[in-house]
Every structure is written in structure tokens, then in C-alpha cells.
T-cell receptor, first 112, second 112 residues
Framework: EDQVTQSPEALRLQEGESSSLNCSYT??????LFWYRQDPGKGPEFLFT???AGEEKEKERLKATLTKKESFLHITAPKPEDSATYLC?????????????FGSGTRLQVQP | ETGVTQTPRHLVMGMTNKKSLKCEQH?????MYWYKQSAKKPLELMFV???????ENNSVPSRFSPECPNSSHLFLHLHTLQPEDSALYLC???????????FGPGTRLTVT
């Protein structure tokens, strides 16, 4: 069974304090790993797709990396507007399913 | 309108009511999804439609009935719901051969 575990559950940072969020996954034949950002009461906003180990993607202060077992979302010099819940999801390539399996998310709070 | 839209944004209904949630995507995608998001739980897939055909039903109770009249529109018909059905209901869309899913803002449903 596909599993996605995100850690930490919650993270509080000071503005400018860089850190990383972790997404560990177990899936048969990974087709893609996805990162989303979700603000309270809103739908998830797509950030990145990673397809293979060693791949990296960047967007502003965010950088996502992928290994065979986990992905990291690195946040460099975060600002208060980066506060949100960050979701990781995987697409299992071997099962024929089209649905993503999501983790429970990391709730990030950046204080000024 | 751009992206994925959902109406209504908020809905309060009694356990004996019948209501419908509407989703429309303006991205030219051909797959659409319904997810349920409850507090402190990962997103739960409910239904997947691909080319207007239901291809996945994730053991959802029959009081939830989806309808996909064309590739741009998706409905979720609700009847005789239970209080535990109160949640944020999210619609998403994607291209069949690309797995990034784009989400709407969600409908916050409260069952009284």
C-alpha cells in the first residue's frame, strides 16, 4: 500500500531562518512526487513535480529535491507570507490508479 | 474565469436535505476529481472521472453521487448526509497523461 509521511507536523520559524520539510514515501513504481501549498480554507496550490531521484526544482525561496525514498522542500530565508500548510503527494505508476496519495502536511508558520 | 472554480463556497444543510456541489475547470483538462478534506486528515480521494467516465470510486457511501456531463463540469449530489460528512470538498482537474492536479477553492460543507 502506498504511504506518504510528512515531518514535522508543524514548524515555526523566524523570518529569514532557513529550514527543510521532509516527505518520506513508499510506493510501487513512482510516476511523480508533487508538492502543494495550502492556505487555510483554500484549495491546494500546485508548486512542483519531481519525477526521478536527483531531480531538483526551484521557485523563489523554495527548492524541492528527490531521492529514492524521500523528498525535501527547502525554504531559504522564509518570509511571513510563506506561512501555509505544505502537502506532498505521490502518483503510483504501477497500479493503474490515477489518484494521488497525499501526506498529512506540514503546517509552517513564519514569524516576523 | 480561470483555473478551477467551485460553487457554492459554503453550504449548510440538514441531514434530510438534497443539495449539489458544482465544479468547473477552464484548463482544457480531461480528468476531474472529488476529494474530501477533514480536519487533521490527509486529502481523501472520492471519485475520478476520465473523459467523462467514472474510473475510480473510492468506497464512497451512496449518499454521495457524482455526475460528469462533460469534460469541463463535475457535480457532487448530496442527500441524507451525516454530521461526520462535514468537511471541505475539493474538486481538481488534470490532463490524463500529466499528473499535476489543479484544485479549486473548495466548498466548506456543514451538516447539521
Amino acid at each position: 500500500e502506498d504511504q506518504v509521511t510528512q515531518s514535522p507536523e508543524a514548524l515555526r520559524l523566524q523570518e529569514g531562518e532557513s529550514s527543510s520539510l521532509n516527505c518520506s514515501y513508499t510506493v510501487s513504481g513512482l510516476r511523480g512526487l508533487f508538492w502543494y501549498r495550502q492556505d487555510p480554507g483554500k484549495g491546494p496550490e500546485f508548486l512542483f513535480t519531481l519525477y526521478s531521484a536527483g531531480e531538483e526544482k526551484e521557485k523563489e525561496r523554495l527548492k524541492a529535491t528527490l531521492t529514492k525514498k524521500e523528498s525535501f522542500l527547502h525554504i531559504t530565508a522564509p518570509k511571513p507570507e510563506d506561512s501555509a500548510t505544505y502537502l506532498c503527494a505521490v502518483h503510483p505508476g504501477d497500479t493503474g490508479r490515477r489518484a494521488l496519495t497525499f501526506g498529512s502536511g506540514t503546517r509552517l508558520q513564519v514569524q516576523p | 474565469e480561470t483555473g478551477v472554480t467551485q460553487t457554492p463556497r459554503h453550504l449548510v444543510m440538514g441531514m434530510t436535505n438534497k443539495k449539489s456541489l458544482k465544479c468547473e475547470q477552464h484548463l482544457g483538462h480531461n480528468a476531474m476529481y472529488w476529494y474530501k478534506q477533514s480536519a487533521k486528515k490527509p486529502l481523501e480521494l472520492m471519485f475520478v472521472y476520465s473523459l467523462e467516465e467514472r474510473v475510480e470510486n473510492n468506497s464512497v457511501p451512496s449518499r454521495f453521487s457524482p455526475e460528469c456531463p462533460n469534460s469541463s463540469h463535475l457535480f457532487l449530489h448530496l442527500h441524507t448526509l451525516q454530521p461526520e460528512d462535514s468537511a471541505l470538498y475539493l474538486c481538481a482537474s488534470s490532463q490524463m497523461d500529466m499528473y499535476e492536479q489543479y484544485f479549486g477553492p473548495g466548498t466548506r460543507l456543514t451538516v447539521t
